[in-house]
């Protein structure tokens, strides 16, 4: 099982409004980039964003559809890579005092990630969470001042992705 959890110091509207813009994703999640809305409104149930894959030399296009949604405290993801397969996320978001506690739990569902599912996958898998969450904590710390629960928006002065 590939579940980590990391606490954001901002308040859970703050990690949700990130988590709403389908522009940041390619921003906090390890191995994408250049996320952009496919189809619906994300994050509403059955919406999809498109974004680029790269594996070394090689880029694949990938797909992340919303399978459940229940806002403020669940979202759930199917990512699918291609040739890679697919996986399923969860990203479980508690309030904890004036800060956020996120679990993201990933399974591989189909693909080469399913067939060669394993204790090094699921170990490869944590390595990228640490990185993953550390990104979405950055990221949404950037976009919130300290002691307020509001996000801000991406065209705001001072802005700057996290790298």
């Given amino acids: 099982m590939a579940a980590r959890h990391h606490l954001i110091d901002r308040a859970p509207s703050a990690v949700w409004a990130v988590l709403e813009d389908e522009r940041l994703y390619g921003t906090w999640v390890v191995g994408t980039s250049e996320s952009r809305r496919e189809q619906g409104d994300w994050p509403e149930l059955g919406s999809s964003i498109a974004y680029s894959v790269r594996l070394g030399p090689k880029e694949f296009t990938g797909r992340t559809v919303v399978r459940r949604i229940e806002r403020p405290r669940t979202l759930e993801l199917e990512a699918e890579a291609g040739p890679l397969g697919s996986a399923r996320i969860a990203l479980d978001i508690r309030p904890w005092g004036d800060k956020t506690l ?30 993953m969450l550390a990104r979405l904590a950055r990221l949404t710390e950037r976009r919130t001042p300290a002691g307020t629960g509001e996000g801000t928006r991406t065209d705001a002065p001072g802005y700057r992705p996290a790298k």
């Fill in 102 to 131: 996120v679990t993201v739990d990933e399974h591989p569902l189909r693909g080469v990630g399913g067939t060669l599912h394993n204790v090094l996958l699921d170990s490869l898998i944590q390595i990228r969470h640490r990185t």
